[in-house]
């Protein structure tokens, strides 16, 4: 009796401990029925893009819930270096930054995830996510084996990929698959030895089971350089291409194995001063029917695109900034909303896997909160010395912003003018060195603008001995193609006449510290009035109560800026980012409600670099329900670029 109950016992012991050793979960490659496997069955994912950095936190939770309820599968992120690495040696993985939290979410609620962590993502977003501080070595070749970008690579990597691998799926997590690089035959460099490197260091962090890919443009010549024996070659490519044309290309690299399109185009990015980006439902519905038909593996970039707040937009050549909203007329919209776009996807994917049940989660509420009066606070010139925490540099010819330590925002030059300049006198860079706009002021007097590529030359007077300002602002570092060392601030000497300005001093400005330490609130007189059409780059202040006795309040809004030109703009120390209405096509900018305050008032920072409405008034901001990313431009651009086509990029 009691031998045998001991011997069940065993037994059962035995058999669970069997089933759990059995089947771990799996997920790979089957080469001969050209298709993923997971845990051995056929897979095919439908996948969309969403960039847990371009989406607030609290929304992570909407976005995905809204993504699973369209039909997809999974869900494709990048992780922008620049973003979790602001110093060497200087992590940040909290709050909005916690890359963990948005994988296990994104697990809690049934989607799988295709994690692409660079170290280059592309992505129009800061210098392609490689941070700034690579460029304290004037040579390094960036995405090349050269040592000190291979160094730094390293240390990230050895940083973040130990994060990612509980998160694999043999590890019980959602990522099945693991992009190395990006789009790298699009990049002149072509060095094999950097991409088998890649390999086998994420290989040595991740282990030798997952399935690490490629990206390239669906063409044989991009496939050259950006593909490599051991990562699955996938292509990309967007509506309106020749779907066969365009896998026969990945046929090239993988002759078998799924098909794959990592990058398909719901819609396309925008820059400033170029119309906004639109992409037909219908082209989208047709060729996402015909991929899919084919029994291929789609990801849709983007399925929501988000914000680009803060400094955190690229640029492309010849130098183009994108602008802050990231709305790609994506199916959700920047701020998470609901499109046709989205349901005619939906009813795609009901005709290959069986959609989630229920109601969709519907579009987030916005409130108009009106109008907000402005009042001047300071100029930059009158508060250099406040805004700079450790004071001026003085130097004979200028410095980089990274010569600075400095990554982003502002840095004003100042020097004195060495003659008399009684009539207008060309002030210039004769090497288009302003990266990237410079905002001339003689004695606090706006006077001028530079601007790169399009404007290298402005007239000033004044006396020997005046004082020549020059704010020069990053607008966005390039972050596609061979010129992605862009390096800041004045880039090379400005010259007066045809005389080399020297003896400079350099205001390295930390703009968001001293908003959000309340320091440009010290009792700095306001501008004497001035009819002039410019105005020196200068702070105004305004405030807003959130109503009481309304439910659900704070929700969303956009703000506008009826009659100002071009600047910055922080909420409650939040910087929401850059505005241009006077370019466009972007008017509004996107406001989470999360920023927001009922219990205090609301306070509006804005930085205007060129001139504010206030003098003579009527001068506010508005804040309202309608996102405006649509204004007609005045082309500006000396080139005509068409959608999808990455070549125009360059
Ligand atoms: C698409 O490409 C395939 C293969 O290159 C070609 O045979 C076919 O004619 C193309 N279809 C169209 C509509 O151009
Ligand atoms: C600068 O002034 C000169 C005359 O003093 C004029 O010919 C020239 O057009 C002006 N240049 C600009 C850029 O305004
Ligand atoms: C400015 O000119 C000086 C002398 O011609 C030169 O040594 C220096 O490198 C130049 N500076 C920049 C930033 O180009
Ligand atoms: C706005 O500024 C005022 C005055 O400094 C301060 O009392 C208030 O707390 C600030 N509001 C928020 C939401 O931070
Ligand atoms: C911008 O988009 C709105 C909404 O789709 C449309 O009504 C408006 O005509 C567009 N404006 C321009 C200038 O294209």
């Known amino acids: 009796m009691v031998f045998e ?46 960039h847990y950095n371009r989406i607030p936190r609290v929304y ?49 609620l049934g989607l799988l995830v295709i994690l692409r962590p660079g170290p280059y993502i592309c992505g129009e977003w800061d210098m392609g996510g490689l941070p700034a501080w690579l460029l304290k070595n004037k040579d390094v070749v960036l995405r ?12 990230w990597m050895g940083k973040l990929l130990p994060l990612i691998k509980p ?3 043999q590890n019980g997590g959602p990522v099945i698959t693991v992009q190395v690089e990006n789009e790298y035959g699009s990049y002149f460099a072509c060095d094999y030895n950097y991409l088998r490197h890649l390999t086998s260091l994420f290989r040595s962090h991740l282990g030798n089971e997952v399935v690490l890919f490629t990206t390239d443009g669906a063409g ?61 439902t219908a082209a989208i519905v047709k060729s996402l029917n015909e991929m899919l038909s084919l029994g291929a593996n789609v990801n849709m970039y983007m399925f929501i695109g988000g914000t680009n707040f803060g400094y955190w937009n690229g640029a492309n050549t010849k130098y183009a900034p994108q602008p802050t909203s990231y709305d790609y007329d994506a ?21 290959y896997r069986k959609i989630p049940q229920g109601p969709v989660l519907p579009s987030t509420p916005k409130y108009a909160y009106g109008s907000v009066k ?30 600075l330590n400095q990554k982003f925002g502002y840095v004003l030059y100042r020097t004195t003018l060495p003659v008399d300049c009684s009539k207008p006198t060309p002030l210039s860079s004769p090497m288009n060195g302003v990266h990237d706009r410079a905002y001339v002021s003689m004695n606090g007097v706006a006077s001028g603008i530079l601007e790169r590529n399009k404007v290298i030359t402005t007239n000033i007077t004044g006396k020997a001995g005046d004082q020549l300002d020059v704010l020069v602002e990053n607008m966005g570092r390039i972050n596609y193609g061979k010129e992605i060392n862009d390096f800041k601030g004045l880039v090379s000497n400005l010259t007066l006449a045809s005389q080399e300005l020297r003896d400079w001093e350099v205001f390295s400005l930390s703009i968001d510290e001293a908003i959000t330490e309340g320091l440009l609130w010290e009792g700095n007189p306001s501008l004497p009035f001035r009819s002039s059409i410019l105005s020196p780059p200068a702070f105004y202040t305004g405030s807003f109560i959130i109503p009481d006795g309304i439910p659900d309040l704070p ?47 609301n306070n509006v920072t804005v930085l205007e670099l060129e001139g504010a409405p206030c003098n003579p008034g009527p001068c506010t901001v508005e804040f309202t329900t309608m996102a405006v990313l649509n204004a007609t431009v005045t082309s500006l651009s000396d080139q005509t670029r068409q959608l999808f086509r990455k070549e125009d990029l360059l």
């Not at 496997?37 to 969403?50: A, C, H, P, T």
């Not at 993504?67 to 909005?96: C, K, R, V």
């Not at 959700?332 to 005709?351: H, P, Q, S």
Request: aromatic letters at 14%; hydrophobic letters at 40%.
């Open 144 to 155: 090349s084996s050269d040592p000190d970008y291979i160094a730094a690579v390293d240390k």
């Open 374 to 403: 402005m009042s001047q606070l300071t100029t930059i010139t009158k508060a250099a010395d406040i805004l700079s925490f450790g004071g001026p540099v003085k130097t004979m010819y200028p410095l980089t912003f990274i010569e």
């Open 5 to 50: 109950r001991s011997a069940a016992l065993l037994f059962c012991i035995v058999a669970v401990f069997q089933i759990t050793v059995a089947s771990p979960p799996t997920f790979n490659i089957d080469y001969k029925h050209d298709c993923f496997r997971k845990d051995g069955e056929v897979f095919r994912y439908i996948s969309g893009s969403i």
């Open 60 to 108: 992570w939770k909407d976005r995905l819930l809204k993504m699973y309820m369209a039909g997809l599968n999974a869900i494709q992120t990048y992780i922008p270096w620049n973003f979790h690495e602001l110093d060497p040696g200087h992590y940040d993985f909290s709050g909005d930054r916690d890359v963990t939290h948005f994988l296990q979410l994104a697990q809690d």
């Open 331 to 351: 199916p959700l919209t920047e701020a998470g909303d609901l499109t046709d776009k989205y349901f005619a996807i939906r009813d795609v994917i009901k005709m």
């Open 220 to 280: 044989v010549s991009y496939l050259k350089c950006g593909s490599l024996q051991g990562l699955y070659a996938t292509v990309d490519f967007g509506p309106g291409s020749n779907v066969t044309a365009a896998f026969s290309a990945q046929r090239y690299a993988e002759p078998h194995g799924p098909l794959v399109n990592s990058e398909f185009y719901t819609g396309w990015l925008d820059h400033w001063g170029e119309k906004h980006s639109l992409v037909s």
């Open 555 to 601: 929700q969303d809004t956009y703000i506008l800026f009826p009659g100002w030109k071009k600047g910055q703009v922080w909420i409650n120390g939040f910087n929401l980012g850059r505005y241009w209405p006077d370019r466009g096509p972007q008017v509004t900018l996107f406001v989470p409600a999360n920023i927001l305050s009922t219990s205090a008032s």
């Open 167 to 169: 998160f694999l799926y």
